[in-house]
């Protein structure tokens, strides 16, 4: 996404790094709600509490931060407009201030600092949901109401999905009912049966993983502007990641995925994720849009800097401690 962003010429799909996201957000909500549930622990306080402390202090610094430098740097209209997206993002709205306001791929949309937070709307609101869904399918009917549900989200999300896109491009782009699927097919990774037997062969679990990156590769590199997103196209970048979760840690996803690079790339990527849209913003606001390959370089080094000291700063000392009883800068949940 960042290197979308940065208009890396070949990675013309980038797009794609939020559909990836979403499954991957569905598969670890799935199996964190799941195995509490089995294990007769779950609660939606302590739930809500680990993701309000994992998402919105990050965030607020993110937003006050960006509204500093719109006051610096924008004319009068043009910071109203941040202003408003910044309060659509403290209340989990973004991806409808967006739907209503302007498409993602209009050329005003560049100049919106928060427009990035439109995803973080989607997450939230699906938080709101899917833990209500999930305990409901459960209790009905165990794992097997919650693969029953998964698997009717999944297949009536996509469909219904590809339909209204057809209409309403932006509704089916941002509204969050529309991207259940995806989170959806992220919960089947979690709860599919025969999950240990592929990730005990060696050779099956190493090609499930090596052409689930295939798919998602695929994808960055020839899906552009045009492709139809979301709906049946964006199935390639859904399986490719549905395919590497199955897999599990094979050798292809050691020497690709869990090495130490992209381990630390992993644990700051949420704070990279906040920062990255308004330093690119701004700093086309300042000196143009077109960035030169050095630019580019610069850009993506500024960025790596600020995502790790928010990381460091703000996201890791808000972050429940491994007994869920309080952050890490001591304040008790």
């Excluded at 993701?51 to 004319?75: C, D, E, G, K, M």
């Excluded at 498409?103 to 989607?122: D, F, N, Q």
């Excluded at 399918?137 to 999300?157: D, P, S």
């Excluded at 509704?171 to 999950?195: Q, V």
């Amino acid at each position: 996404i960042i290197l979308f962003h940065l208009d890396v010429a070949v990675l013309t799909g980038g797009f794609i790094g939020v559909d990836v996201f979403f499954v991957i957000s569905g598969y670890l909500i799935t199996r964190i709600i799941v195995s509490s549930l089995g294990a007769r622990q779950f609660s939606f306080r302590d739930f809500y509490i680990r993701r309000a402390t994992r998402i919105l202090p990050a965030l607020f610094v993110t937003i006050l931060l960006a509204l500093s430098a719109a006051a610096y740097l924008q004319q009068p209209a043009a910071l109203l407009h941040t202003a408003q997206e910044a309060i659509s993002a403290l209340f989990s709205v973004s991806n409808i201030f967006y739907w209503t306001d302007s498409s993602y791929w209009a050329p005003s949309a560049e100049k919106y600092p928060l427009l990035h937070t439109w995803s973080l709307g989607v997450e939230e609101q699906f938080y709101l949901v899917y833990p209500l869904l999930l305990v409901f399918a459960y209790r009905l009917a165990g794992t097997r109401g919650v693969i029953v549900l998964l698997l009717g989200i999944t297949i009536l999300g996509t469909f219904a999905t590809e339909a209204v896109g057809r209409i309403d491009y932006s509704a089916a782009f941002y509204l969050t009912p529309l991207r259940f699927y995806e989170f959806a097919f992220g919960g089947l990774a979690a709860m599919l049966p025969g999950l240990n037997a592929m990730q005990k062969s060696r050779g099956l679990s190493a090609a499930a993983s090596a052409f689930g990156l295939f798919l998602i590769v695929f994808a960055s590199l020839r899906f552009n502007g045009l492709t139809a997103k979301p709906g049946i196209y964006m199935l390639v970048p859904v399986m490719g990641t549905l395919l590497v979760l199955l897999a599990g840690p094979s050798p292809v996803a050691k020497l690709l995925l869990i090495n130490p690079l992209m381990s630390w790339l992993g644990k700051i990527s949420y704070s990279l994720y906040l920062t990255h849209w308004p330093i690119i913003v701004f700093y086309r606001y300042f000196f143009g849009s077109s960035l030169t390959a050095k630019e580019q370089s610069a850009l993506f080094v500024a960025i790596l800097i600020a995502g790790t000291i928010l990381n460091l700063t703000v996201e890791r000392r808000f972050r429940l401690t491994h007994d869920g009883k309080k952050t890490a800068n001591g304040v008790s949940s």
